[in-house]
Nanobody, 124 residues
């Protein structure tokens, strides 16, 4: 069993920054993917960013490229999402997920374990 727990959400003004953290515990694997997703009120959940644990290859949704950065700390089993230049449309519940597929993907189908989510609210 793999446990995933997000933290770091909150309220921030447009143009501000937040850093989300994701802790992984339980079973570990030699190679897997981690990603952030988000779901805004009344909308479907969407991909935000993904990282390959072993190689640190990354992928981003077009809407966050140049503003968000995903990173990982292998020693701490942590993944982070640094969010800069936040916009009101970034307001959503942000989810961290772990995927065990051998291929690298940012798509939701590639992820097996999910956290409960953390709320990010950006005021205008």
């Amino acid at each position: 069993q793999v446990h995933v727990a997000e933290s770091g959400g909150g309220l921030v003004q447009a143009g501000g920054s937040l850093r989300l953290s994701c802790a992984i515990s339980g079973r570990t694997f030699s190679s897997y993917n981690m990603a952030w997703f988000r779901q805004a009120p009344g909308k479907d959940r969407e991909s935000v960013a993904a990282i390959r644990w072993s190689s640190s290859i990354t992928a981003y949704a077009d809407s966050v490229k140049g503003r968000f950065t995903i990173s990982r700390d292998i020693a701490k089993n942590m993944v982070y999402l640094q969010m800069n230049s936040l916009k009101p449309e970034d307001t959503a519940v942000y989810f961290c997920a772990v995927g065990l597929r051998t291929i690298f993907t940012i798509q939701q189908w590639g992820y097996d374990y999910w956290g409960q989510g953390t709320q990010v609210t950006v005021s205008s």
